[in-house]
């Protein structure tokens, strides 16, 4: 891999340093119309926004969950069985993941570890929802049952920061997530599969579509760029589903600056980040 020196390039040809510039509001829709698309983490708050817009979309969508009754607050799903596209599994066991990704076309993996608040102003992982258990192992694993079953394409939710060991972020709860989350990206790109590997900053929960979206490399962003919505996340991942030329096999930070309008231009993006390849 290429090693650019932390240089990040303006999609519209900017003359000097910044960033590649896309927002929210214009789709070019290239997906196949048979495309089935599989969301993993689904009830997650990431998941299933990501989920919903696919629904919108009328793209096949599928969802791998853990807990039912989410499903049926978060996913609408009334049966929220596999009549539906909702299947039951666990990523720490790869068999469980069988169902739901035989028959799947693309999948989009927004499984991540939690650290919990131990109240005492620190953080922990209960036992088996490790780091390593679940952004590691947990995403090799579905990364092989995607290579079994033929899947077209992987697009992985990861984490900035990964280019910055031991942080704040990488030691909470002692679970070093930024060195397990940085393994699982290198276990998709060696897989042989298409992938799309999207690194956001600071998730926040506020509407999304509004602020303007920036990607790069190498957690280069300036201070005081390092948060993004939700929604504007599920809508790169959608369009990663919806541009699948323009976004194969690329890996980037996403952020937003708030104090820009978004501008909706998806392709600019994905185009700008392939001319400054890691």
């Given at each position: 891999q290429k090693n650019n020196g932390n240089k990040q390039t303006m999609a519209r040809g900017s003359p000097s340093p910044c960033f590649f510039l896309l927002a929210?509001?214009?789709g070019f829709a290239a997906v196949q119309a048979d495309t089935t698309v599989l969301v993993t983490g689904a009830t997650g708050r990431l998941g299933?926004?990501?989920?919903?817009?696919?629904?919108?979309?009328?793209?096949?969508?599928?969802?791998?969950?853990?807990?039912v009754t989410k499903a049926k607050e978060r996913l609408h799903c009334n049966r929220c069985d596999a009549s539906e596209g909702i299947f039951v599994g666990d990523v720490r066991n790869v068999s469980s993941l069988e169902a739901a990704f035989e028959g799947s076309d693309v999948a989009i993996i927004v499984?991540?570890?939690?650290?919990?608040?131990?109240?005492?102003?620190?953080?922990?992982?209960?036992?088996?929802?490790?780091?390593?258990?679940?952004?590691?192992?947990?995403?090799?694993?579905?990364?092989?049952?995607?290579?079994?079953?033929?899947?077209?394409?992987?697009?992985?939710?990861?984490?900035?920061?990964?280019?910055?060991?031991?942080?704040?972020?990488?030691?909470?709860?002692?679970?070093?997530?930024?060195?397990?989350?940085?393994?699982?990206?290198?276990?998709?790109?060696?897989?042989?599969?298409?992938?799309?590997?999207?690194?956001?900053?600071?998730?926040?929960?506020?509407?999304?579509?509004?602020?303007?979206?920036?990607?790069?490399?190498?957690?280069?962003?300036?201070?005081?760029?390092?948060?993004?919505?939700?929604?504007?996340?599920?809508?790169?991942?959608?369009q990663a589903v919806m541009l699948p030329e323009k976004s194969v096999n690329l890996r980037f930070d996403l952020t937003s600056d708030p104090n820009k309008p978004a501008t909706g231009d998806f392709p600019a993006l994905f185009d700008g980040v392939r001319k400054e390849p890691l």
């Open positions: 929210l509001g214009v299933s926004i990501t989920y919903n817009k696919l629904k919108e979309r009328g793209i096949s969508t599928r969802g791998l969950i853990r807990n499984t991540s570890s939690a650290p919990i608040p131990d109240g005492k102003g620190g953080y922990f992982y209960e036992n088996g929802s490790y780091p390593i258990d679940i952004d590691w192992k947990g995403c090799n694993n579905q990364v092989r049952a995607a290579m079994k079953h033929g899947l077209k394409k992987v697009i992985l939710v990861s984490s900035a920061g990964t280019s910055q060991p031991d942080s704040f972020l990488d030691l909470l709860g002692k679970g070093h997530v930024l060195f397990f989350k940085l393994n699982g990206e290198a276990s998709l790109m060696s897989s042989g599969l298409d992938f799309t590997i999207v690194k956001p900053t600071g998730l926040l929960t506020s509407a999304g579509g509004k602020a303007l979206l920036l990607a790069g490399q190498e957690d280069s962003f300036p201070k005081g760029l390092s948060s993004i919505n939700r929604e504007d996340v599920a809508e790169v991942l959608v």
